[in-house]
């Protein structure tokens, strides 16, 4: 079993900058691919970004943030993190981390493990 809180989120304006963390608690950190999801208000669950497990830390992003966002992680601290940049009014959403063995079903959007989720609100 997989615990993920994530941290954060908030109230910006269009063009700032914000960090979402989350914390698992669980299962060996390291072997387990994470990613972070995103739900706006009446629209489907999306894809953000994710990173693999193990030693490489491939990373693999949505279009749509591509060259604003970056996920990372801390093996050590059981951490992985958001740096959202650049934000516009359209990344409004409530951001969920997530985690699995199998870093394909990840990205499908059908991990084991999902946060509660962190909202955040970008104003224009």
């Known amino acids: 079993q997989v615990q993920l809180v994530e941290s954060g989120g908030g109230l910006v304006q269009a063009g700032d900058s914000l960090r979402l963390s989350c914390a698992a608690s669980?299962?060996?950190?390291?072997?387990?691919?994470m990613g972070w999801f995103r739900q706006a208000p009446g629209k489907e669950r999306e894809f953000v970004a994710a990173i693999t497990g193990g030693s490489g830390g491939s990373t693999y992003y949505a279009d749509s943030v591509k060259g604003r966002f970056t996920i990372s992680r801390v093996n050590a601290k059981s951490t992985v993190s958001l740096q959202m940049n650049s934000l516009k009014p359209e990344d409004t959403a409530v951001y969920f981390c997530t985690a699995d063995s199998l870093y394909p079903r990840l990205v499908k959007g059908s991990a084991n493990y999902w946060g509660q989720g962190t909202q955040v609100t970008v104003s224009s």
């Open positions: 669980g299962r060996t950190f390291s072997n387990y691919a």
